[in-house]
């Protein structure tokens, strides 16, 4: 089996910051996404998933590491002033490196 080293960037925000976040990863070329909603506490108090416009969703994207770096260089300096979010990455392998 032959796998290939990635990078799967993980993105914690509120809900209505999820549509500046996809289109960010659209400009840094990040080839996809899953989006879905989270609940969970931080520094921010606790966050439920009841009530859609009130919930965090959490956004993964598996993509090349020159990208992974662009995407968080770009949320730190263009989002994070503007929207309660967390994100962070890991190293992952995958089987099919042109999907991403």
Do not use: W
Not at 40 to 51: E, K, T, V, Y
């Amino acid at each position: 089996m032959n796998l290939h080293p990635m990078k799967l960037v993980t993105i914690v925000c509120e809900a209505y910051a999820a549509e500046p976040v996809l289109r960010l990863l659209g400009e840094v070329g990040a080839a996809g996404h899953t989006a879905f909603p989270v609940e969970g506490s931080g520094a921010r108090g606790r966050r439920l998933a009841d009530i859609p416009e009130y919930a965090n969703t959490q956004i993964e994207v598996i993509c090349r590491p020159e990208v992974a770096a662009v995407l968080l260089e770009r949320l730190a300096g263009e989002l994070f002033p503007r929207y309660g979010m967390v994100a962070y990455e890991s190293d992952v392998r995958v089987l099919r490196p042109g999907k991403f």
